[in-house]
């Protein structure tokens, strides 16, 4: 097999040039794993303690939602010994194994591993633990974990096998620092999202229970009176020789329930004759469909039909009579506790294999005498279905992108830029206003020399957040700035050279105070500043400062307030409070915002103000 230039064939696949083979032994690192017999110190208030449960294939977080707590053993040696470190790198050594976690600073310190997990520590100016975790956790080393995982449910393997683990290395820290850090910012994405849509559902369950408890002035309805139930008739039955995978007539069946409504991608089909059969299965929109076999009770809206539909054996298909009820309505109403209820009152504690048209059609429901308020309750919960399925989607979509970066960038098969070819990129200081890096990294560093202190160095988020605002003042570019959970961030300032060249350059240095972590200014900080008076001259850092007592939220608020309002202008709107909070709804990395305090209508009337102030820029803006 030809290998492209720049790269070579090794044993642990194609990598670049000057990438390295490397067994973790060669880094000297610490090696332990934990003790046996802790779970006699379990206790309430004790320290964390990780066991492979904790663990995942999907992440290299831990999972710190069912962690157990241990009292110290009386030995307290052993206590030291595999007494957990932000950057540890943790690998499950039994049973399953090869799961990969790393250990980062939201495990509450002490913290300890069980006998089951193997601890690896690496002196972090040898190599990026973060790096190694995202490596060990794809690729060949997880084929070779699946190999022996293979031979039999009692695998296992012990240090020594894993300190001989050959491992593909860049050729410097900083580049290794830059591929972690770039999948560590997807996986916080794929984290955010998760963490909207467990929101957003739990949001919509509180609605259900609000919107569809009886109200005074609700009519009491009996299923049978209102509605007809059709399902296929047992002689009708179909075999599954009969479900085929292509065709023109889809057969839905209660697997190809989702969410309350049907997958389509993955139904099976039958032939025109199985479906011309019974017309009273034949699907129509607005269709709410019951499963009464297998899972008894699973709901399903027909919210839209691309292919002519039927139904096997095991599902109910429920449409009111003289439109008694709002369809939409009533999906919704079976989705609540309400038919939870009645179908535990059937089972009486017992399990149900079969929900029976005869009980089935004495469930009693209450709905709103008006059409419109039905209709009305509906819709306010279908759009909350719909926003939670376009995360999904997004969430989806963004944990393939994840798979596909570490498929690249874990091989070099992508490089982002390093310091060595930034540093190329400058060569030549008397031309530095042509670079963009560099100057990016000097907008830095003198934000760095302005707002931060050895007590109180300036962070990454609030240093983003004065660039921004720098940039619109200056009218530079900020197509590269993306509409990020924060706010307005650009990740080329962090990972395409400006953050490691103004340390490179030592313009600023990373420093710790306390709970603190930021920059702060570095030997040849008056060289930055040189450069910045000369391109931006000495007012833009005074009209900076008037943002040197402003909270990170409100700096937030006000850039995310600008964005918005540059993008509603170039739809030809007039920036207002509605159309700013539309756009910002709009937004699935935006929208939760408007739920917090700091997005409240006046924070977002004031700074749509404070931007037209600011800039200018804005015709005709409506505060």
């Known amino acids: 097999m030809e290998v492209r230039t720049g790269y070579k ?99 509450q310190k002490p913290a300890y591993i069980n006998q089951h997990i193997a601890l690896v520590r690496f002196d972090q100016q040898d190599v990026n633990s973060l790096f190694l975790s995202y490596y060990l956790s794809q690729g060949q080393t997880q084929r070779w974990f699946r190999s022996i995982t293979d031979q039999g449910a009692k695998a296992g393997i012990n240090l020594a096998i894993i300190r001989k683990i050959n491992i593909a290395l860049p050729p410097t820290l900083e580049e290794q620092k830059i591929i972690a850090g770039a999948l560590l910012d997807v996986n916080e994405l794929i984290l955010s ?152 009152q059937l089972s009486a504690g017992s399990t149900i294999n079969h929900l029976y048209q005869k009980d089935f059609v004495d469930f009693v429901f209450h709905i709103p005498k008006s059409e419109t308020e039905q209709k009305a309750i509906a819709t306010i919960l279908f759009d909350m279905d719909a926003e939670i399925t376009a995360l999904e989607t997004k969430l989806t979509k963004t944990r393939q992108i994840k798979l596909g970066m570490m498929a690249e960038l874990l091989t070099g098969q992508i490089r982002l830029v390093t310091s060595q070819s930034i540093e190329k990129e400058v060569a030549v200081p008397e031309k530095p206003s042509q670079n963009w890096a560099f100057k990016e990294a000097v907008i830095i560093a003198s934000l760095t020399d302005q707002f931060g202190s050895a007590k109180f160095p300036l962070g990454r988020k609030r240093c983003t957040k004065l660039t921004y605002l720098m940039h619109r003042k200056a009218k530079l570019n900020t197509d590269g700035y993306l509409k990020k959970a924060a706010g307005p961030y650009n990740p080329n300032v962090r990972y395409s050279g400006p953050e490691t060249l103004a340390q490179k350059k030592k313009y600023v240095c990373s420093h710790k105070s306390g709970k603190f972590t930021g920059f702060i200014s570095s030997d040849n900080i008056e060289e930055a500043k040189s450069y910045f008076t000369k391109w931006y001259g000495t007012g833009m850092s005074n009209w900076l400062d008037q943002f040197r007592y402003q909270k990170n939220d409100d700096l937030e608020v006000l850039t995310t307030v600008d964005m918005a309002m540059v993008e509603v202008c170039k739809s030809g709107e007039t920036p207002t409070l509605e159309t700013v909070k539309h756009y910002i709804a709009n937004e699935p990395e935006w929208v939760a915002k408007l739920e917090r305090e700091a997005f409240c209508d006046s924070n977002i009337r004031n700074a749509i103000q404070t931007c037209a102030d600011l800039f200018g820029d804005f015709v005709g803006t409506k505060a």
């Open 193 to 344: 999202l998760e963490t909207l849509i467990t929101k957003k559902r739990n949001i919509k369950q509180g609605a259900m229970q609000e919107l569809l408890s009886p109200n005074e002035g609700w009519m009491q309805k009996k299923l049978g009176n209102v509605a007809s139930l059709k399902a296929r008739i047992g002689w009708q039955g179909l075999t599954t020789a009969e479900y085929l995978d292509v065709g023109n007539y889809c057969l839905v069946t209660g697997t190809d329930f989702k969410d309350g409504f049907i997958d389509w991608e993955h139904c099976h089909f039958v032939v025109k004759n199985r479906y011309d059969q019974d017309p009273n299965i034949q699907l129509k929109e607005n269709d709410v469909l019951v499963t009464k076999d297998g899972t008894i009770g699973k709901i399903a809206l027909i919210d839209q039909l691309t292919l002519p539909a039927t139904l096997n054996s095991g599902v109910f298909v429920i449409r009111p009579v003289n439109k008694a009820f709002d369809p939409r309505f009533f999906f919704y109403l079976l989705n609540s506790s309400i038919f939870a209820n009645f179908l535990s």
């Open 9 to 107: 064939q090794t044993d642990l696949g194609v990598i670049p040039k000057d990438w390295n083979c490397r067994k973790i032994d060669e880094f000297n690192p610490f090696v332990t794993s934990g003790s046996r017999g802790w779970g006699g110190y379990y206790s309430k208030y004790g320290a964390p303690f990780v066991r492979i449960t904790n663990m995942s294939r999907s992440t290299i977080a831990l999972s710190l939602g069912d962690l157990k707590n241990v009292s110290l053993p009386p030995e307290a040696s052993e206590g030291k010994r595999t007494q957990l470190k932000t950057g540890d790198l943790l690998v499950s050594i039994t049973a399953d194994i090869g799961i990969i976690s790393y250990v980062s600073d939201t495990l």
